[in-house]
């Protein structure tokens, strides 16, 4: 995973942030650039007479806790902290979403930090 991210990263494809606790990872987030099909968002989040055919949105790639620091806020820090992420780049190059690349197991976390 870690040399994963880093050939990432050099590639420009992806940014992957750790969350550290006493010199030790406790989490991380990776999040990239992505577009939202204009059919896919709900009409109530639309732009009347957007003429292009996708939205601009960033997506939390990957995110994850050490299985030691799970259910104790870690998870819900790294979201938090990705959402800060994509606000303070979206006041520099435009973004309306953010989305997120979900386990299945993992969607009811989302959903309640709502995604």
Do not use: W
Request: proline fraction near 3%.
């Amino acid at each position: 995973m870690i040399n994963d991210a880093l050939d990432d990263q050099d590639e420009m494809i992806s940014r992957t942030y750790l969350c550290c606790l006493n010199k030790s990872i406790t989490g991380f987030f990776t999040i990239v650039a992505d577009t939202i099909e204009v059919q896919a968002i709900d009409e109530a989040d639309g732009i009347d007479g957007y003429p292009y055919h996708k939205y601009p949105s960033i997506k939390i790639a990957r995110l994850a806790v050490d299985e030691t620091c799970e259910r104790q806020g870690f998870g819900r820090f790294l979201v938090l902290a990705a959402i800060g992420l994509a606000l303070s780049v979206s006041g520099i190059i435009g973004c309306r979403y953010l989305t997120v690349d979900s386990n299945p197991e993992s969607m009811s976390f989302y959903e309640r930090l709502g995604f």
